[in-house]
């Protein structure tokens, strides 16, 4: 398309078409009629090759796509299938090495937004499905090529936070042969690890587990460790990210990386004013852990409290963890005092795993007792030694005797990782973790490019998925920082000669993606809109904006949702 708006597409007769209708086994074929699909293809303008196949996403499938760009001499590739989301990139490339480009592909989701959606209506279901296929034609009719875009790269990563989760992400980076940062607030690394005993269901002991790491991690070269520092300053895009870290003393170091891991993780939740807490003989399971630790546990009667500050109207989520670590100090207790007596009131327990299960029949086995409690009448730790609790199956009020009370508190978000989002332009939900992209399609990335996350940033988790989800970010970071240069999608915005430089469409960019820039025309001089190609994720909100099309997006210009636009209506007017 030219600057004023005007296309330089080929004419309709130039223009040759293949549709291909996906049976996709049953999904879409088992309420659509796909014959009939493929032969109304058949008919629109520009389409000369119409094919149904019963997976079309499978490699008879792509070779049927790829044989017809060559034998019929396709200019454009319509697939009416699935979600674009998930197999657009497969027939995109799958074009692109026929020969045609790849942004002369087009999708109509007849599944997601037709067949799973009518199964109960097939006839006004494929009528639907009719429509979506025209759209689809009548749009790639005006779809032009494009080039993607190229960038270079840093390959040097930046990883916040040293606890477990950072340090695997820094170890695996620098196995890489990967340049790390490792930045850290505190003035160890080691994070949550440093105050816990032992690990669960393992047995082995934490500070063993995280001094080998930490040795491992320090001892290499490619790894610069900057403690009691935070991330003050970031800028640039995926590849070239400019990073300022400040520690202290106020001491600030600039450098450039490719990609960022955050992995500054969580904390226990402290219950003050809650079943008298006081640090001394009612504490938290982070403290007894450290009691444990070092040696200085002395109690005889030990009554553990679940779901202290979780699950409720403050903190609604459960933190996952919180029943594991009571069962696993209990069995330590047990093996310090087989006589102890340790009672464990809770809600409900959460021990999901094979391993953890058996440590909960274990605990009960060797005499650790069990009580469900009610949350509308939660116990009472009373300062003679007694904790009163009612119990519903019995309808009973009883007394436990304690010489100490253990208070089973979740997993908080950080109070500074507010600051951090705010700074990375990442989200977080209401609790105060970090949200990832999607939870199963990008469960370890921001929707920034070139941003991942791992730990319990994201969310509270044990020792094993903290390590696994640090290894999982490098593995993402490094299909980054691995490759010669950036290529993104060309479907981005870009200006026209009809812009005025009003900066409407500035302050609404999700991705602060434009700025102005002043420019010389004709001896005079001017402002108008610049777009960052690597930034711009072609979201739209820029050309939706503009009143005077003064700024459209690659892929989807006026003409482009115009011709889908008449489409869409073209049933209506035959109607009418």
């Known amino acids: 398309m030219s600057g004023n708006g005007k296309s330089t597409v080929p004419s309709t007769e130039e223009v040759r078409i293949g549709v291909f209708v996906c049976h996709c086994g049953s999904n879409i074929a088992g ?41 019929q001499g396709l200019t454009r590739v319509v697939v009416a299938s699935c979600s674009p989301r998930t197999h657009m990139p497969l027939f995109k490339s799958s074009c692109a090495e026929a020969g045609l480009n790849q942004y002369l592909f087009e999708m109509a989701n007849i599944r997601d937004q037709c067949s799973w959606v009518h199964m109960q209506e097939r006839e006004d279901a494929t009528a639907k499905a009719r429509d ?3 759209m689809a034609v009548a749009k790639a009719a005006f779809l032009e090529p494009q080039e993607d875009i190229e960038s270079s790269l840093v390959r040097k990563a930046l990883v916040i936070g040293g606890g477990i989760a950072g340090l695997s ?29 032992r690990l669960a269901p393992s047995g082995e002991s934490a500070s063993e587990l995280i001094g080998t790491l930490i040795a491992d991690v320090t001892s290499k070269p490619n ?46 939740f402290k219950p003050k004013g809650m079943f008298g807490y006081n640090g001394k003989n009612v504490i938290t399971q982070i403290e007894l852990e450290e009691r444990l630790r070092d040696g200085k546990f002395k109690a005889d009667r030990v009554v553990m409290i679940q779901c202290v500050g979780a699950r409720c109207d403050e903190r609604k989520y459960c933190s996952r963890v919180c029943c594991l670590t009571a069962v696993k100090n209990s069995l330590y207790i047990k093996d310090l005092n087989p006589d102890a007596h340790v009672h464990i009131l809770y809600r409900d327990i959460q021990m999901y795993g094979t391993e953890n299960e058996r ?25 003679d030694g007694v904790v009163e609790f009612y119990q519903p199956l019995t309808g009973l009020t009883e007394e436990l005797p304690y010489d100490l009370v253990v208070l089973s508190t979740p997993l908080v978000g950080r109070e500074e990782n507010s600051a951090l989002a705010q700074l990375m332009r990442i989200p977080m939900d209401q ?8 939870a199963k399609l990008r469960p370890l990335d921001f929707a920034t490019d070139g941003l991942f996350l791992a730990g319990t940033a994201r969310y509270p988790a044990t020792v094993t998925e903290a390590q696994a989800q ?86 989807f210009t006026l003409q482009q949702l115009k011709a889908q636009v008449d489409a869409a209506l073209a049933s209506v007017r035959a109607e009418i």
């Open 31 to 71: 309420y659509l009629d796909c014959e009939a699909l493929t032969a109304f293809a058949a008919t629109l303008p520009g389409v000369v090759y119409a094919k149904n196949n019963l997976y079309t996403c499978s490699d008879s499938g792509i070779a049927e796509i790829q044989r017809a760009i060559r034998e």
């Open 132 to 134: 979506l296929i025209r």
């Open 169 to 197: 992400a820094a170890q695996a980076l620098a196995d890489m042969k990967m340049e790390v940062l490792l930045a850290e607030k505190e003035s160890a690394l080691g994070g949550l690890l440093n105050r816990i005993n």
């Open 223 to 268: 790894v610069k460790v900057h403690l009691e520092s935070e991330l003050v300053g970031l800028g640039g895009v995926i590849g070239n990210y400019e990073i300022t870290l400040r520690n202290r003393k106020g001491k600030e170091i600039s450098d450039t990386v490719g990609c960022v891991v955050v992995a500054t993780g969580a904390e226990p």
């Open 359 to 383: 440590m909960l029949w274990e605990s009960r086995g060797r005499g650790v007792r069990y009580d469900v409690y009610d949350v509308d009448r939660p116990p009472v730790v009373k300062k």
């Open 431 to 438: 609790n105060g973790f970090m949200l990832e992209a999607h």
């Open 470 to 555: 640090g290894l999982g970010s490098a593995s993402r970071a490094g299909t980054v920082l691995f490759k010669d240069k950036l290529v993104t999608s060309a479907l981005v915005s870009y200006v026209t000669d009809r812009c005025d430089g009003c900066a409407l469409c500035v302050d609404l960019c999700p991705y602060l993606a434009l700025k102005i820039e002043e420019v010389e025309e004709e001896g005079r001089k001017r402002k108008r809109i610049k777009t960052d190609n690597i930034l711009c994720k072609g979201c739209g909100v820029c050309a939706a904006t503009c009143p005077k099309g003064g700024i459209l997006v690659h892929g």
